[in-house]
């Protein structure tokens, strides 16, 4: 069986809590955090779509700690908004920007639109990258709309006000469990899962 150790170029420990979730059974994979490697500089996600933002991470982990480093790049598009807050995601409240005052910012944007036209998706680019720049790339999506009002307390960014197509539950109340069968870096992760475990084998 082979061994293989990779960095996740992220220092969100809730993000990489889900990814070790995703990936805890896969056998011979070691899965550490940017928090192990101190050194390692914040990368500016200058790209203009999440592929080159997720590629610009993971290469910058590849490069610093000279492991294989998976990196994602991950947002949520509003249809009635144009598409937006997409790559802009996380900093959509401004540079001081967390999830509370994301989702805020969202909900007022989204004032007075009625239900039909809150549609909305997760889209997660998946990058692994050797430290020679070997490279592979998994996409994933999960289709649903905006609620009126944050609920649920699992999760983070923008779970509380998604309610993925089909349920009546936001990603925030779901078991973690439920959401990791159908979320957009669920299907990913299982793309880039199918791949780990051919090299692996």
């Known amino acids: 069986m082979?061994?293989?150790?990779i960095v996740a170029a992220t220092r969100n420990k809730k993000k990489l809590s889900e990814l070790a979730r995703l990936l805890g059974d896969i056998k011979g994979l070691e899965l550490l955090g940017l928090d192990s490697f101190p050194?390692?500089?914040?990368?500016?996600e200058t790209g203009g779509t999440f592929e080159e933002n997720s590629l610009l991470k993971a290469r910058s982990a590849a490069k610093c700690t000279g492991l294989w480093a998976l990196a994602d790049d991950s947002g949520l598009e509003v249809d009635a908004l144009g598409g937006a807050p997409?790559?802009?995601s996380s900093r959509y409240a401004g540079p001081d920007a967390d999830d509370k005052k994301n989702v805020q910012k969202l909900l007022s944007a989204l004032e007075g639109v009625p239900p039909e036209r809150r549609t909305a998706r997760f889209r997660v680019v998946v990058t692994l990258i050797s430290p020679e720049d070997e490279t592979h790339l998994f996409e994933g999506k999960v289709e649903g709309s905006i609620g009126h009002k944050a609920e649920g307390g699992s999760g983070f960014g923008y779970d509380p006000v998604f309610y993925p197509r089909?349920?009546?539950?936001?990603?925030?109340?779901?078991?973690?469990?439920e959401k990791d069968k159908i979320s957009h870096r669920a299907e990913a992760l299982g793309r880039l899962k199918a791949h780990l475990r051919r090299i692996l084998a």
């Open 39 to 44: 050194d390692c500089p914040e990368v500016e």
């Open 166 to 177: 089909g349920f009546d539950l936001t990603f925030a109340q779901m078991p973690p469990a």
């Open 2 to 5: 082979a061994h293989m150790r």
């Open 86 to 88: 997409g790559i802009f």
